[in-house]
Each structure stands twice: as structure tokens, then as C-alpha cells.
């Protein structure tokens, strides 16, 4: 049962997030900001 709420979850925090950006609420241009976008794993890539 748990499984089937992962794709509900995501529904709803997409949802809410639409309805924050129609308010004009605005958020980072980068996903990972700070000092973490020089970490050396982030800057490589996946293997």
C-alpha cells in the first residue's frame, strides 16, 4: 500500500506547488544551491 501513495504524494506536492507560483511565490534557479554545487561528486556526473 505504501507504494501506491509515493505517486499520490507526488500529485499533491505538484499541486501545491502550482498553486504557490499562481500567488507569485518563486523558488531557487538551481536545485542545489551553496557551496554544495562545487562538490566534486555533483560536478562529475553519475557514473
Not at 9 to 21: D, K, P, T, Y
Not at 22 to 46: E, K
Request: glycine residues 12%; positive net charge; charged residues 15%.
Amino acid at each position: 500500500m505504501v507504494k501506491r501513495m509515493h505517486a499520490g504524494h507526488a500529485a499533491e506536492a505538484g499541486v501545491r506547488m502550482s498553486r504557490l507560483a499562481q500567488r507569485g511565490f518563486t523558488g531557487p534557479l538551481a536545485a542545489i544551491d551553496g557551496s554544495a554545487i562545487q562538490h566534486p561528486l555533483l560536478l562529475r556526473g553519475c557514473p
